[in-house]
C-alpha cells in the first residue's frame, strides 16, 4: 500500500475507525540492501507481541529500488504502509511525515537499520505508559548495553556535541541523537507541526520543543550497535547539525515556534486521558 504525501497543512492527525495501538515510522534512503531484513524483523517482533500495530515505512526520494522492495512487502502484510516524500527532504521530513500519517495511540521512529533491536521498544512505551510524553532511547546511559561500540572518533564527536547542546539548548541529557523515540499521540501532535529541522539536528529540535511545552521527557537505556554502513559524516555533517541547532535556538529567541502555536491541538492533560485508556 503506498500512501502519498498530504498537502500542507498535515496536522489533522484524523484517526480511523480501526485506530491500532501502536504506529512504527521508519525513515528509508537508499536502503535496498537492508530494508528487506528490516521489515522482516519487525514485522515478525509485532506479530510475536500481538500488537495491534501499523508500520509505516517513509521513503525519502530513493534513488534505488527501496520504494519497490517496500511496495511488495506492504502488498504482502496488511500492516505496512509505505509513504514517499517529494524527493530527498531529509530524515526529519521524513520523521515528520511518517508521525503526521500515523493513526496510533503510541508512535515510535526507528533507524532503517535496527541500531536498536525493535524489541527494545517495549522500553520506552513501557516509559510512555508510566506516565512520560516522550521517551527517547539513549546509548549512554548504560554503555554495557552497546553490543558494537561506535570508533573512538565517532565517540569524540559524539560527547563533544552533547556538550554543545547543554550549553547552548540547556538540553541535560546523555543521548539526543539515537535514532529510536516514542511519543504519546497527545505530545506528537503537540511537537510535530511545529518541527522546522528535515535533516540531521531534528532530534535536537523534537526535545526542544517537547521541553518547551512542559512535556515530560524520559531518557531510557537501550541496546544498540554501531552500523558501519552509517551514511552520517561526523565531522561534515557534525558542523552541519551544530549550524541547525544554532537556528533551533534563534528562532525560539525571535518568537518562531510561538507563532505556529495555534496548531498544536492537545495540550498534556489530554496526553494523560490517552493513557489511561
Not at 537499520?113 to 522500553?123: G, M, N, Y
Not at 541535560?172 to 511519543?183: H, P, S
Request: aromatic share 10%; with cysteine.
Amino acid at each position: 500500500m503506498s500512501v502519498a504525501i498530504r498537502d500542507f497543512p498535515w496536522y489533522s492527525f484524523n484517526l480511523s475507525l480501526a485506530q491500532p495501538t501502536y504506529s512504527i515510522i521508519i525513515p528509508a534512503y537508499n536502503e535496498s540492501r537492508r530494508i528487506g531484513s528490516t521489515l522482516e524483523r519487525v514485522v515478525e517482533y509485532l506479530r510475536q507481541q500481538k500488537w495491534s500495530a501499523e508500520i509505516l515505512v517513509v521513503d525519502d526520494g530513493s534513488r534505488d529500488v527501496t520504494p519497490e522492495i517496500i511496495g511488495r512487502f506492504a502488498a504482502e502484510n496488511p500492516e505496512i504502509k509505505l509513504i514517499q516524500n517529494p524527493g530527498n527532504r531529509g530524515k526529519g521530513f521524513s520523521v515528520r511525515n511518517g508521525m503526521l500519517n500515523a493513526q496510533g495511540k503510541f508512535l515510535l521512529f526507528t533507524d532503517a537499520d535496527l541500531s536498536s533491536p525493535i524489541a527494545e521498544a517495549q522500553k520506552l512505551f513501557a516509559a510512555l505508559e508510566g506516565g512520560a510524553d516522550v521517551a527517547i532511547g539513549s546509548r549512554w546511559l548504560d554503555t554495557s548495553l552497546q553490543f558494537q561500540r561506535q570508533p573512538l572518533l565517532r565517540r569524540i564527536y559524539s560527547r563533544a556535541f552533547n556538550l554543545f547542546l547543554k550549553v547552548v539548548m540547556g538540553l541535560n541529557f546523555r543521548d539526543t541523537q539515537c535514532g529510536f523515540k516514542a511519543f504519546t499521540r497527545a505530545a506528537a501532535e503537540a511537537i510535530f507541526p511545529l518541527q522546522k529541522v528535515h535533516r540531521w539536528a531534528f532530534d535536537v529540535e523534537l526535545i526542544f520543543l517537547a521541553r518547551r511545552q512542559g512535556l515530560k521527557v524520559a531518557e531510557i537505556p537501550v541496546r544498540w550497535g554501531h552500523d558501519d554502513r552509517s551514511k552520517m559524516h561526523p565531522l561534515r555533517d557534525g558542523i552541519r547539525m551544530g549550524m541547525e541547532v544554532l537556528k533551533v535556538r534563534w528562532w525560539s529567541w525571535t518568537g518562531r515556534y510561538r507563532a505556529n502555536a495555534s496548531v498544536s491541538p492537545r495540550r498534556r492533560g489530554d496526553a494523560e486521558e490517552i493513557r489511561k485508556k
